[in-house]
């Protein structure tokens, strides 16, 4: 079995930061892809950033986030900068992504689930 599960949302004024964690458990292989994607109101979910041997950023937060892996590779995080209202979403760590960097955006590629943390952005 595979647990994913995320922490460190909040309510953040725009122009904040914060550091979203995803701790692991189960069998991941340390080549595996893991990812962050989030998912805004009436949206639908999309792509944020993912890692394995290099990282992988969305255009929207290209320059402003930083995702890496714990030493153990059993974690995940997001680090946040400069965020803005759009940026308000439930934020959903994934793992077992797609082997192919074309694809890594597609939520349908990962196999494994968090349940997600709220960071909302007020203005």
Request: glycine residues 12%; hydrophobic residues 35%; aromatic residues 12%.
């Amino acid at each position: 079995q595979v647990l994913l599960v995320e922490s460190g949302g909040g309510l953040v004024q725009a122009g904040g930061s914060l550091r979203l964690s995803c701790a692991a458990s189960g069998r991941i292989f340390s080549s595996s892809i893991m990812g962050w994607l989030r998912q805004a109101p009436g949206k639908g979910r999309v792509f944020v950033a993912a890692i394995r041997c290099s990282v992988y950023y969305s255009d929207s937060v290209n320059g402003r986030s930083t995702i890496s892996r714990g030493n153990a590779r059993n974690a995940v995080y997001l680090q946040m900068n400069s965020l803005k209202p759009e940026d308000t979403a439930i934020y959903y760590c994934a793992a077992d992504g797609p082997l192919y960097s074309d694809y890594f955006a597609d939520p349908t590629k990962y196999n494994y689930w968090g349940q997600g943390t709220q960071v909302t952005v007020s203005s």
